[in-house]
Nanobody, 127 residues
Framework: QVQLVESGGGLVQPGGSLRLSCAAS????????IGWFRQAPGKEREGVAC???????YYADSVKGRFTISRDNAKNTVYLEMNSLKPEDTAVYYC?????????????????????WGQGTQVTVSS
């Protein structure tokens, strides 16, 4: 059974940091592209970062230079390190798996190719 479980969310002050984890079970992460998405109240879900099966990384412009995605094959886990957090980063963060491995580069930050999703973890940036 394919399962993704996010953790690490919470409340943080502006300028602070958080590290999100996405633990996979039922499949081996390194054959998939793993994306992080977020959804704020009243807004559409948007792609934040992606780690492809060939170890390429992609980021949304809004988080470049602040967020870092990484993968630990031994733990079958993908991380999202978030620094210099802003109130506009407040959202529910989801990880998702794309079986194509990120082959279609134009879609690595788009929802359509991601078949497996976690339940989400809340990130709130507020003073």
């Amino acid at each position: 059974q394919v399962q993704l479980v996010e953790s690490g969310g919470g409340l943080v002050q502006p300028g602070g940091s958080l590290r999100l984890s996405c633990a996979a079970s039922g499949f081996t992460l390194d054959y998939y592209a793993i994306g992080w998405f977020r959804q704020a109240p009243g807004k559409e879900r948007e792609g934040v970062a992606c780690f492809t099966s060939d170890s390429r990384t992609y980021y949304a412009d809004s988080v470049k230079g602040r967020f870092t995605i990484s993968r630990d094959n031994a733990k079958n886990t993908v991380y999202l390190e978030m620094n210099s957090l802003k109130p506009e980063d407040t959202a529910v963060y989801y990880c998702a798996a794309d079986p194509s491995g990120g082959y279609y580069r134009d879609y690595v930050l788009k929802i359509r190719l991601y078949e497996y999703w976690g339940q989400g973890t809340q990130v709130t940036v507020s003073s």
